[in-house]
């Protein structure tokens, strides 16, 4: 309620911080016989006086918190992979795939950068979520139907190539990251440089 908010204030409380004082004045016969006059005027200047409330920031969520969600449905992924029966190419290709994820989402290296990415966060999340889950799902019932009706193209080829694609893509992400670490120790270089001033000296 607005009284309670206003009770809480800081004007509410510089004022009778100083109305206060205006009571001592009254015991002490100082304030005379217009000690009302004095507490009142003395409770208006404190509130005057006191700070303007600041209003608190919207809570808005962490910027690790989606990739923090990622982070775990890649764990849930990994362990649905573990029961997917793969040829030996395949295998080695989902393998590769899935280091480079996890090294993408080492909350170590490569979590400040992309905490403020939201189109890395987002590329990631496709991949774990939608593009690998679907490849493996779909070889995996293809390769059903295949064993039934014999001749008919390779599900392993085709997943192959889908792991190669997905790699590809999780491969642009880890260089897009490995040049903005470049740029900001280019820009750490520089300002090291220009801290010297003209009389400074410079790397060789």
Known sequence: ????????????????????????????????????????????AGALIAPPERPAPP????????LDEVRGDFEKLCAYLTDIDLSVTAAARLRELTELLAALL??????ELLAHDPEGVHALSRIVRRDLPEAVDSFARTRWWTRMTPGADS?????????????????QLAAGLRDTEARRQETHTRYLEDRGGPHGVRGS
């Open 59 to 66: 809570d808005f969520p962490d910027p690790s918190a989606p």
């Open 155 to 171: 599900p392993e080829l085709q997943l192959e190539q889908q792991l190669g694609l997905m790699k590809r893509d999780a491969q």
């Open 1 to 44: 309620m607005a009284i309670n908010r206003y009770l809480e204030s800081r004007k509410n409380i510089a004022g009778s911080a100083c109305g206060l004082v205006g009571l001592v004045l009254t015991f002490t016969g100082l304030a005379g016989p217009y000690w009302p006059v004095v507490v009142a005027g003395l409770y208006g």
């Open 106 to 111: 080492d909350r170590t290296w490569s979590a």
